[in-house]
């Protein structure tokens, strides 16, 4: 395809730029008088100093000529004019390449649309020693390639390549680029002028376009991947994690379509994609799935929720788990509450007494004393007051005997008087009436034996699978049909007798939200006054 003559202009435009901004091998003064179709003077290579400040811009732009041209009816003087504007300042160098002879570097003269060859590699190639030679460690380099993606080497430019004599040649030479192009260590920007070749069956030696994705995330890693590039395309933006690398310009958008590119290109990266993205994405989807998930575990029970249950000495109270039941403010399907039979229960609470005999029953009392028959048969309240009287208006025998066993009651061993006391009636044949009223008298100076042997206990019975009987005490664990508690206290208060607390340890939930998700984020969506309920 013949050679345009906007194409020759964007030429002049880059090495326009060279001067503007000036850098190693700079091109010549545009300010000059001489015509834009001249020759460039060499300019001196000065020392390497420190690194220019911003990027500098690396220009690759096809030379062969299958490129099509651009603006074809646009003037050179004005396309230069135009094309001052894109870089505003920055440093920046213009390699022109077709095949291996066919890399020029800041030379305009050269831009003549008609390279027999497409050799991606040899300027890549170029573009490495232009790096090493002319610009100081630190530089930030960008990479712009401008080309139709069609590859195309000319096999006598890989004789002395080692190229397999079975391989194919394009195969081979687009294997190598993307290894050079890894070695670079810079950004690389595509800008595709017309219609690349569509992708090929797999295994075609054909590797454009494809060739021009792999290049783009050989240099550019993971920032390149398919849906980054599908996210920075959607927001249309350059940012600093999202970019986009590879742009497509048709031959008849020209110019204006080039320059907004290479603009964006050569500013540097600021986080706006990104800010947009959480904006108008991230932070929203986030904000619904927070609500979504505050919504399914609003409903009680949930974390730090307690059940309280009230009851009366030896009164049973039969417990379901999750049936409709009447609560404040309305009803609830969650929970425990109380029915009336414990066909219907999950589980049965009972506040009880020890069954402990403390009358005497299965002793012999034959022969006894009559001071011991009085005593041996009362409540420790009455047997206490006994005492009392003793010692007020008692005998001189039942003040001895009183005082004797008083003082062998306060010296009994705890477990010894709990054994005794604690013995079955039918086993206690073999205990003298004496031995068990100290026992028992023990018990009126002992209150911490006392309280464990006669004081009233929390008791539950479970039904179903895993069911079981045991005792209630603060700490301890327990299953309730699909819940599993900690009992938090049992004390003496509220409306009855004793007060059962049950904090809700382990809850049923959908997709288990309720025990993977955080305590304090299902606390936040709670809306709730308290987190304790009274089980009716």
Known sequence: ????????????????????????????????????????PPSPSPSPVTAPKGPTILFLIDNSASLPPLDPQEKRVEALEKMFTFLQGRPYRLILFGGRHEVFVDDVTKYRNNG????????????????AADYPPGT????????????????????????????????????????????????????????????????????????????????????????????ASFFADDGVLLKKFVYRVEPQEGLAKIKPIVTR?????????????????????????ALL??????????????????????????????????????????????????????ATLNYQAPQIDLT??????????????????????????AFDDINA????????????????????????????????ASGRRQTSATDFLRAKAHLLFNETLRKALLDPRMQIV??????????????TPVRIGPYTFLVQDVAKGGRRDVRLVLHYDRIPSLLGLKSWLPDKFQQVFRFRRSSQRLVS
């Open 116 to 131: 027999q060859w497409t050799d991606f590699y040899f300027a890549f190639d170029r573009v490495r020693e232009l790096m």
């Open 293 to 346: 998930l505050g919504i399914l575990v609003r409903a009680f029970p949930g974390p730090g929720d307690v059940e309280v249950v009230e009851l009366d000495v030896d009164q049973p109270v039969h417990v379901a788990a999750d049936r409709l039941h009447k609560v404040e403010g309305g009803w609830s399907n969650a929970g425990l509450s109380l029915v009336g039979d414990a066909k219907e229960a999950a």
């Open 393 to 424: 208006k008692g005998t001189k025998d039942e003040k001895i005997f009183a005082l004797n066993l008083d003082y062998m009651a306060k010296n009994m061993d705890p477990r010894e008087a709990e054994r005794i006391l604690t013995t079955p």
């Open 462 to 475: 479970g039904y179903g699978k895993g069911s079981e009987r045991k005792e209630l005490k603060p700490g």
């Open 360 to 385: 005497g029953g299965g002793i012999d009392t034959t022969g006894l004393d009559t001071t011991v028959a009085w005593l041996l048969p009362l409540p420790l309240d009455e047997l206490r007051k």
């Open 140 to 231: 930030d380099f960008r990479i712009v390639l401008i080309t139709d993606a069609i590859l195309d080497p000319n096999p006598a430019d890989w004789q002395d390549m080692s190229v397999p004599p079975d391989a194919d040649l394009k195969a081979f030479a687009a294997q190598k680029t993307l290894d050079l192009v890894r070695t670079l260590e810079a950004p690389l920007y595509v800008i595709l002028v017309g219609d690349p070749p569509s992708p090929t069956i797999k295994g075609s030696p054909e590797r454009a376009p494809g060739l021009i994705l792999e290049m783009v995330q050989a240099a550019n890693g993971k920032k390149a991947a398919p849906f980054a590039q599908s996210l």
């Open 1 to 40: 395809m013949a050679a345009g003559p906007s194409l020759l202009s964007l030429a002049v435009l880059t090495a326009s730029a060279l001067a503007a901004a000036p850098s190693p091998h700079a091109a010549r003064p545009l300010g000059s008088a001489a015509p834009p179709s001249a020759s460039a």
């Open 265 to 289: 290109i050569a500013t540097p990266a600021r986080p706006a994609v990104e800010v947009q993205f959480l904006s108008s994405l991230i932070v929203p989807l986030a904000l619904f799935l």
